[in-house]
């Protein structure tokens, strides 16, 4: 890790807690119908088990309808702030991320945009993981080569399979549902696997 100059960051269940967020959207999707919200979750489980996306899956397997997705309901980790000052002071940090417009706004709003040099949002470049064009486009921005740069996130078909393919150095944070996950492949191994943020301050020894 000598080389990286580059540390980025996916933003759902990496840096933030999505854990009630996901809890009141099942809530609503599983309303007024003959789901009961144990069988919903337990089958998003186990769809994740498979490095698919677990909320989707489970409703279409159950023939539901979405329900709205509520950012206010995302919590930051307690380790997040403290993981990204003690990076920023020695890398420059970027987030490749899903996201719908406002990325900028509300990581500012939970107070973690002071130690953020680039924010790439699917929204707002027209492109979403796992499509290897954000992970293009977050580089030329970063004017950062690929080996220079870590990808961090919680999805090993978003996060880790592009980011590989792409070489970059992949670190998978096993939180929210892609933490259920279990690669299968060489392109789904991350080079390292951490249960929080502590973990990658351990990795590059700060």
Not at 30 to 38: F, G, I, L, P
Not at 184 to 204: A, H, M, Q, V, W
Request: with cysteine; charged share 30%.
């Amino acid at each position: 890790m000598k080389s990286i100059k580059w540390i980025f960051f996916d933003i759902g269940s990496t840096l933030v807690d999505e854990s009630v967020a996901f809890r009141k959207r099942v809530e609503k999707t599983v309303a007024n119908t003959n789901v009961s919200y144990d069988d919903f979750y337990n089958k998003m489980v186990e769809i994740s088990k498979y490095n698919q996306n677990g909320y989707h899956k489970a409703r279409e397997y159950y023939g539901l309808t979405m329900a709205p997705w509520n950012s206010d309901d995302e919590f930051v980790y307690p380790e997040s702030e403290e993981c990204l000052r003690k990076l920023s002071k020695k890398y420059k940090i970027g987030i490749i991320a899903n996201q719908t417009f406002g990325s900028e706004e509300r990581l500012e709003k939970i107070g973690l945009l002071n130690y953020i040099n680039l924010v790439v949002a699917s929204a707002e470049e027209g492109v979403a993981k796992p499509d290897l064009r954000i992970f293009e486009i977050a580089l030329s921005k970063a004017d950062c080569k690929a080996e220079e740069a870590v990808m961090v996130g919680d999805r090993l078909d978003n996060d880790i399979v592009p980011a590989n393919k792409i070489g970059m150095k992949t670190v998978w944070i096993k939180q929210g549902l892609g933490g259920f996950a279990m690669p299968k492949s060489d392109d789904e191994r991350p080079d390292y696997t951490i249960s929080n943020l502590r973990g990658l301050e351990d990795i590059l020894g700060i």
